[in-house]
Nanobody
Framework: QVQLVESGGGLVQPGGSLRLSCAVS????????MGWYRQAPGKQRELVAE???????NYADSVKGRFTISRDNAKNTVYLQMNSLKPEDTAVYYC????????WGQGTQVTVSS
């Protein structure tokens, strides 16, 4: 079993920044990919950013240039630095661990509003 705990969400004004963290624990394989997804009310869950065990990254077009995903393998933690936030970034953000099996965190709410 793998457990993921997200933190760092909250309320921020448009143009502001937040950093999300996702701590991974349990039976972790040495090679695994991590991703951040989000789900807004009434919408499907969508990929925001992902990072491989080797550090290769991929971003949704809507967040390119504003969001940065990174990972600290020594701490088994993945981060999502979100800058220049927009109201349309409002959603519940989930982290995902991908190896032999996929595991999801419980989600953290991000609200961008003035």
């Amino acid at each position: 079993q793998v457990q993921l705990v997200e933190s760092g969400g909250g309320l921020v004004q448009p143009g502001g920044s937040l950093r999300l963290s996702c701590a991974v624990s349990g039976s972790i394989f040495s090679i695994y990919n991590m991703g951040w997804y989000r789900q807004a009310p009434g919408k499907q869950r969508e990929l925001v950013a992902e990072i491989t065990s080797g550090g290769r990254t991929n971003y949704a077009d809507s967040v390119k240039g504003r969001f940065t995903i990174s990972r600290d393998n020594a701490k088994n933690t993945v981060y999502l630095q979100m800058n220049s936030l927009k109201p349309e970034d409002t959603a519940v953000y989930y982290c995902k661990y991908s190896s032999t099996y996929d595991y999801w965190g419980q989600g953290t709410q991000v609200t961008v509003s003035s």
